[in-house]
């Protein structure tokens, strides 16, 4: 798992007022290892493209609204631990290259904010959504997907 229960939860309160349990945390731990995943994927194409076989943090593919939510995540007082993030990366096939320090520095807070994001996309698609089912998730995923 990418974090504990207890900041998973937490932050889904924080960001959108969801209430979540641990099959909810099972599903997003997986879903955030892959946008990760997705994420440093791209940046390794940067990188390549710029002659380097280090993947610095101006490769990877930030928004500007990822951005705003990696400095909103930091306000919400929950530290992500790096280990869980390297540990759920390492179960995919490796990158060529390889991942900086500052980079690695910033995973927990790139997993931080996309969970903020995704409890965001929860509550847009549904307003009213209190506490999120399969085809809530399933929705959500698919939004990300075309996004990321």
């Not at 937490?10 to 979540?20: I, M, T």
């Not at 390297?86 to 904010?113: N, Q």
């Amino acid at each position: 798992m990418l974090m504990k229960i207890a900041e998973f939860e937490k932050l889904f309160r924080l960001a959108a007022g969801l209430d979540v349990d641990k099959e909810d945390l099972k599903r997003l731990s997986d879903f955030l290892r892959d946008k990760i995943h997705d994420l440093l994927a791209v940046a390794e194409r940067n990188a390549k493209y710029n002659g380097r076989d280090i993947i610095f943090e101006p490769d990877l593919p930030i928004t500007k609204g990822l951005q705003e939510t990696i400095q909103e995540f930091r306000q919400m007082d929950v530290a992500l631990e790096l280990k869980p993030v390297l540990d759920a990366l390492a179960a995919l096939p490796p990158l060529d290259l390889t991942v900086s320090e500052d980079v690695e520095r910033l995973l927990p807070e790139i997993a931080g904010a996309l969970v903020v994001a995704y409890a965001r996309v929860l509550k847009e698609l549904d307003p009213a959504l209190k506490n999120p089912q399969t085809q809530h998730h399933e929705r959500a995923e698919r939004v990300f997907s075309l996004l990321l």
